[in-house]
C-alpha cells in the first residue's frame, strides 16, 4: 500500500507537471504486481482500491479506473509466464497491459460519456502513457519485484 | 516465483469487482458527483492533499528544470517577446498611473466612493493533475482560503480556465472548460451562444441558436452576463474561421486563450461576490415581509376590536 500511495502522489504531481513524460504509474505498479509472491486475489482487490483512489482523487466518474486497473491486474496475472524471461520481455508485457488499460480506460469512458478522456491529443496519448510505461518496466520492474518480495534472487535475467 | 495457483476463483472475482465498479458509477452519474459519492471524494482529497503539497515542493524544481530543458529553445523566444512586452506594460504603467492619479483627484473633488462590487480573487498554485487522461487541475488552495465549489476560475492574465469541482480545507480541483460536459454561455458581439468541449482538440464548438449575424476570424469570445457560472465580460478565445447563419443556427471553432496542461498559477473568483452577504440579503425580504404581516395582523384585529 505504502508504494501505490507513493506511487499516486507521484503520478499526481511529479507526473502531472511534466508534460512530454507521461506514465502511468498506478496502473503499471499495478502491472508488476502480477510478477510478486503477492496473493492473486490480493493483487484484484488492491488494483480495484488503487483505481478507486485516483477516481477519488480526479474529476472523473467513480468506479471507471477501479474497473479498468482490475482488469489489467486479471489480464496480468493470467499472462505473468511471458515476461519472466528476460528483462526487454518484461518491459514489452508491460507496455502491452498498459495499452490495452489506456484502451480500455477510454472506451469505459466514452460510453459513459466522459469526453474529457478523449481531449486534446487523445491519439498520441494511448500510444505515448503504454510506451512510458515499458521504458519504465524495464529500467525498475524486476528491481521492484525485488523490493515487494523481499527477494534478492527473483527476476535475476542472466 | 511462488506457484500459488488460485487462478479458478479469480474470474468469478474480477466479474464482482466490475459489477461493484460499474455501480459506482452508476451511483455517480445518478448523484451527479453529490451525495455519498462527493463526501467520499472530498474525505479522500482532504487526506491526500497535505501528502500532494509536500510532494510538490519537492518535485517543482525537478519537473522546473525537465520542463526548462525540453523547451530551451521556445524559452529564449518567450524571453525575448517577454521582455518586448515589460518595455511595452511599463511605458502603459505610466500612462495608467497619470489617469489614476486624475480619476483620484475627480473622486475627491466630487465626494465619491468606490462601489466595493470587485471580485475577492484567491491565486492559488497547481500542484498536480490526476492522471493523463484527466484535464482537471488540483491546486493549493481549498475552503480556509475561501475556496467554494461552483467558483469560476481564470489564468493571471483573467482568461477563463474553469470551475471549482471539488474543495477540501486545503485543496480544490478545477475542471477546465475544455473537460466539462456543461456548456458555456457566451457572447460574440451581440450574439449570446453556447461554448461546448469537442473530442480531441482543444478547440470548443461555438453554437448560436438565434444568430442574426455572422461571426468572423478573430472575434472576441467572451463570457455572457446569462451565465451562472461565470462573471461578465471575461475574455474565452477568437473565433478561428468566419461562420455564417444557417436558418437562424450558427456554429463556428473557437481556440481558446487558456491551455489548461501549461498552467501554473491560477486564480478562483469569488463569485457571485460575497455569498455570505447574499445570502443574508436572502433572508431580508422574508424578515420585512414577517414583519408587514404581523403588522397587518395587529392593524387588523384592532380594527376588529
Do not use: C
Not at chain 2, 504603467?93 to 475627491?108: C, I, N, P, T
Not at chain 2, 467558483?151 to 480545507?169: E, F, H, L
Not at chain 2, 456543461?182 to 461554448?195: E, F, M, N
Not at chain 2, 487558456?258 to 491560477?266: G, I, Q
Amino acid at each position: 500500500m505504502t508504494i501505490l500511495l507513493f506511487a499516486v502522489v507521484t503520478q499526481t504531481t511529479l507526473f502531472g507537471r511534466i508534460r512530454f513524460i507521461v506514465p502511468d504509474l498506478v496502473m503499471l505498479v499495478v502491472i508488476l504486481l502480477a510478477l510478486t509472491r503477492i496473493r492473486p486475489e490480493v493483487i484484484l482487490g488492491t488494483a480495484f482500491l488503487s483505481g478507486l483512489l485516483v477516481d477519488l482523487l480526479g474529476s472523473s466518474l467513480l468506479g471507471l479506473r477501479a474497473i479498468v486497473f482490475t482488469t489489467v491486474a486479471y489480464v496480468a496475472l493470467r499472462t505473468k509466464e511471458r515476461a519472466e524471461n528476460f528483462r526487454f520481455a518484461v518491459a514489452l508485457w508491460a507496455g502491452i497491459i498498459t495499452f490495452i488499460g489506456v484502451a480500455l480506460l477510454v472506451l469505459i469512458g466514452t460510453l459513459f460519456g466522459q469526453t474529457s478522456l478523449l481531449g486534446a491529443n487523445v491519439a498520441s496519448r494511448v500510444l505515448v502513457v503504454p510506451l512510458a510505461n515499458l521504458i519504465l518496466a524495464g529500467l525498475f520492474g524486476p528491481l521492484f519485484v525485488r523490493l515487494v518480495d523481499g527477494d534478492t534472487a527473483a527476476l535475476r535475467f542472466s | 516465483m511462488v506457484n500459488r495457483d488460485s487462478r479458478g476463483h479469480l474470474l468469478p472475482l474480477l466479474v464482482t469487482l466490475i459489477i461493484f465498479g460499474v455501480l459506482l458509477m452508476t451511483f455517480d452519474v445518478r448523484l451527479q458527483g453529490g451525495g455519498v459519492v462527493g463526501v467520499l471524494r472530498t474525505g479522500t482529497q482532504t487526506i491526500i492533499a497535505p501528502v500532494q503539497k509536500a510532494a510538490s515542493y519537492a518535485v517543482n524544481p525537478v519537473a522546473d528544470v525537465v520542463d526548462s530543458l525540453s523547451n530551451l529553445s521556445n524559452l529564449r523566444e518567450e524571453n525575448i517577446a517577454l521582455r518586448r512586452q515589460l518595455a511595452d506594460a511599463e511605458a502603459s504603467l505610466v500612462g495608467v498611473q497619470d489617469q489614476l492619479a486624475r480619476l483620484e483627484h475627480f473622486e475627491q473633488l466630487y465626494g465619491m466612493e468606490a462601489a466595493g462590487d470587485e471580485i475577492g480573487r484567491t491565486v492559488a498554485n497547481v500542484i498536480g493533475r490526476p492522471d493523463a487522461f484527466d484535464a482537471a487541475l488540483i491546486i493549493d488552495k481549498g475552503t480556509s482560503d475561501g475556496v467554494v465549489v461552483g467558483q469560476p476560475v481564470v489564468d493571471t492574465n483573467g482568461y477563463v480556465v474553469g470551475v471549482v469541482k471539488s474543495v477540501t480545507p486545503g485543496s480544490a480541483t478545477i475542471v477546465p472548460i475544455t473537460a466539462d460536459r456543461q456548456a458555456l454561455t457566451v457572447i460574440v458581439g451581440d450574439q449570446i451562444g453556447s461554448l461546448l468541449s469537442q473530442v480531441a482538440t482543444d478547440e470548443m464548438r461555438l453554437e448560436i441558436l438565434d444568430a442574426r449575424a455572422p461571426v468572423l476570424v478573430g472575434d472576441r469570445v467572451l463570457t455572457s452576463a446569462v451565465s451562472a457560472s461565470f462573471p461578465a465580460g471575461l475574455p474565452v478565445g477568437v473565433v478561428t474561421e468566419d461562420a455564417a447563419p444557417s436558418i437562424d443556427v450558427l456554429t463556428a471553432t473557437v481556440d481558446l486563450f487558456v491551455h489548461p496542461d501549461t498552467l501554473r498559477l491560477v486564480v478562483v473568483l469569488a463569485w457571485p461576490p460575497d455569498p455570505i452577504t447574499a445570502s443574508s440579503d436572502a433572508t431580508i425580504p422574508s424578515e420585512t415581509t414577517t414583519t408587514t404581516t404581523e403588522t397587518a395582523t395587529t392593524t387588523t384585529s384592532e380594527g376588529g376590536g
